[in-house]
Structures are given as structure tokens and as C-alpha cells.
């Protein structure tokens, strides 16, 4: 864990900025005496810095690819975990993925 200085002077982001990233709750930081913040929020800070430096995407959007960045990382520790489960799981995950692709072609003749 790092401390909130140590982490300004890590991505050279002002304090000020981290701590409206943390009240929007786009870092989660630990209040162990000081506010701390993981090397997983350290990368997720230069990313928010780079959403809303080089591409100039709003905060409405940077809300939007934050929670789709979370969802995929959901859906990544969820297939890993149905991967350990073994054949019963990639079973289970075989017979939902064949579901899915029946639905999403039904989907796609409906449309024009």
C-alpha cells in the first residue's frame, strides 16, 4: 500500500485531483490512520489521467469506462474461476456459452 504523497509523487497527479478521484469513488483507498491506495490504483489513476488528458473524455465518461473496465475484470475472474471448477464448470460454462450464441444470433436475424 502507499500513502497518499508517496502516490502524488508516484503518477505526478495533484492531491487535489486524487481526492475528488477517491470521493467519486474511481479509487478506492484505505483509511488505516492515512488515506493508502495499491499499485492497482496507481495504474487506474494514470489511465483516468490519460482518459481525461490525451483524449479529453468528460467525467460522465470516464464513469462510463471505468464501470465497463470493472465489469470486464468481473467477468475475467469469474471465467478463471469457472476454469479451476474443471470439466463440471467449462461444462456449465460450455452450455451457457451456447445459449448465449443462440440468443445473439436470434437477435441479429431480427434485426434489418
Not at 67 to 83: S, V
Amino acid at each position: 500500500m502507499i500513502d497518499l504523497d508517496d502516490f502524488v509523487q508516484r503518477t505526478g497527479i495533484a492531491r487535489k485531483v486524487l481526492t475528488t478521484w477517491i470521493e467519486r469513488e474511481w479509487l478506492v483507498a484505505e483509511h488505516s490512520g492515512t488515506l493508502q491506495l495499491s499499485e492497482m490504483d496507481a495504474a487506474r489513476a494514470r489511465l483516468i489521467h490519460q482518459l481525461e488528458g490525451d483524449f479529453g473524455i468528460n467525467d460522465e465518461g470516464i464513469e462510463i469506462v471505468l464501470h465497463l473496465l470493472d465489469q470486464i475484470h468481473g467477468l475475467r475472474r469469474a471465467l478463471e474461476t469457472m476454469q479451476r471448477a474443471g470439466p463440471a464448470g467449462q461444462g456449465r460454462m460450455t452450455r451457457r456459452g451456447s445459449r448465449l450464441r443462440r440468443r445473439y444470433y436470434r437477435l441479429g436475424k431480427r434485426r434489418p
